[in-house]
C-alpha cells in the first residue's frame, strides 16, 4: 500500500510562497503572470472582469509548467475574494492606447476601473503592496494610492525602469554594443514629459557623452520619449506589451527577494527634489516593505526644470482626474 508523504505545505511551520494578484489578464497582465512563474518568483492569482479570460490564460499557462520546468500555480478568476492574502498587487487592468491617443485620454475611463479594481484587491489583501501599470500612469498610481488607504511607501508605479529600458536598448543599437553593458536613467512622468538623464547614462561606466556625439543623444532621447507611441503605431491594436511585462517583473522580483534594487519607480514624493505630494519616477531602493528609499541625485538647473515641469503636469492631471472621479 502507498503512504502518502505529508509535503511541506501541510507542515504549519513552512513559509508558504509568496501570491501576486494581477488585475488585468490582458496583454500585460498575462506576459507578466508568465514571467513571474516562469523565474520561479511566485504565485499568480490573474482576475479579470471578462469571464473565461483570466481562467483560460491561467489554464494554459499551468499546461507549460513541466516544459518550464518550475511548479508554480496560476489560477484565473473573477472573484477578488480568490485573491486573498497576496503580498502584492499589480494593477493592469483598463484599456491601451489607439492609434493617435495620448496616455491621457485614458484617464476617465481607466480611473473608475483602477480605483474600483484597488479598493476590492486591497481589502481582500490589506497587507499587500500595490504597483500599478495601467496608464496615464502617474496620476493613476496617486488615485490608486487614494483608494488604497496604504501607506505611500507601499505603492509605486512602473514607468521608469521600461522607459529606462527603451533608452538603454536605442543606445546599445546605436553602439552596437551589449545592452547588458548599457545603464541608463530616465526619471519623470511616463509621458511626454519624461525626463531621460544622458549625463547618467553609460556604457560599462563609459558616459555616453564620450561615445555619441550630442546630436545623436538627442535623437535617441527623443525615440524614448516616443517610445510607447512608435509601438501603438506599428501595432494598430493594442500598445507594448512585453517590456512593460519584463519591467514590472524586476520590480515583483526585486519586492519578493528583498533585493534592495536601485531602480527608477513611480515614487510618493514628500520634498524630495523639492516636489511634495505626486507620484513622480525617481531613483528608488525597491524591497519587501516597498519603496525603502528615493535617492535624490545631483541636477543640473535644467535637468530639475524638467522634473518640476514633468511633476507640474501630473499633479495638473492628477487633480483633473480626481475632480471628474467625484462627477
Ligand atoms: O509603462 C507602463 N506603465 C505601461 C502601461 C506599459 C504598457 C501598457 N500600459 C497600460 O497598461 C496600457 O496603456 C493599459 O492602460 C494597461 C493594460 O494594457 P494591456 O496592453 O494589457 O491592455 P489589454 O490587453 O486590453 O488588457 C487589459 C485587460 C483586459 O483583459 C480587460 O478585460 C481588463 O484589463 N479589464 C479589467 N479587469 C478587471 N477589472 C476591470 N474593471 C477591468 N476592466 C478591463
Given at each position: ?18 501570491q ?38 491561467a ?12 511548479d ?90 521600461l ?48 561615445l555619441l ?17 512608435e ?25 519578493v527577494?528583498?533585493r534592495?534594487?536601485?531602480l ?36 543640473l ?16 492631471r ?10
Open positions: 500500500m502507498s503512504r502518502v508523504i505529508p509535503n511541506a505545505t501541510q507542515d504549519s511551520t513552512f513559509n508558504p510562497s509568496p501576486v494578484t494581477v488585475i488585468g489578464a490582458g496583454n500585460v497582465g498575462g506576459t507578466l503572470a508568465q514571467r513571474i512563474v516562469e523565474r520561479n518568483i511566485a504565485d499568480v492569482v490573474l482576475l479579470d472582469v471578462v469571464s473565461g479570460r483570466p481562467q483560460g490564460v489554464l494554459d499557462l499551468m499546461e507549460a509548467r513541466g516544459l518550464e520546468g518550475h508554480r500555480s496560476v489560477r484565473g478568476t473573477i472573484d477578488y475574494g480568490d485573491t486573498a492574502g497576496s503580498s502584492i498587487v499589480v494593477i493592469t487592468a483598463g484599456l491601451p492606447r489607439k492609434p493617435g491617443m495620448s496616455r491621457d485620454d485614458l484617464t476617465k475611463t481607466n480611473a473608475q476601473i483602477v480605483v474600483e479594481a484597488v479598493k476590492q484587491a486591497i481589502a481582500q489583501s490589506p497587507n499587500a503592496l500595490l504597483l500599478v501599470v495601467t496608464n496615464p500612469l502617474d496620476v493613476l498610481t496617486y488615485l490608486a494610492w487614494e483608494a488604497s488607504g496604504l501607506p505611500p511607501e507601499r505603492v509605486m508605479g512602473m514607468a521608469g525602469i522607459d529606462s529600458s527603451r533608452f538603454q536598448t536605442f543606445i546599445a543599437l546605436e553602439l552596437g554594443v551589449s545592452s547588458r553593458d548599457v545603464d541608463a536613467m530616465v526619471l519623470g512622468s511616463h509621458g511626454d514629459l519624461m525626463v531621460p538623464l544622458p549625463r547618467y547614462s553609460s556604457v560599462n561606466g563609459i558616459p555616453i557623452a564620450q556625439d550630442a546630436a545623436t543623444i538627442d535623437r535617441l532621447v527623443e525615440r524614448t520619449r516616443n517610445g510607447g507611441a509601438i501603438v503605431e506599428l501595432m494598430q491594436t493594442g500598445g507594448a506589451y512585453y517590456a512593460p511585462a519584463s519591467s514590472t517583473c524586476a520590480m515583483i522580483e526585486a519586492i527577494q528583498n534592495s534594487r536601485l527608477p519607480v513611480a515614487a510618493y514624493l514628500t520634498g524630495q527634489y523639492g516636489l511634495t505630494d505626486v507620484f513622480i519616477g525617481v531613483p528608488t531602493r525597491l524591497g519587501r516593505s516597498g519603496v525603502e528609499s528615493v535617492l535624490e541625485l545631483e541636477l538647473p535644467a535637468e530639475l526644470e524638467a522634473l518640476h515641469q514633468s511633476a507640474e503636469a501630473v499633479r495638473q492628477t487633480q483633473a482626474a480626481r475632480e471628474r472621479l467625484g462627477e
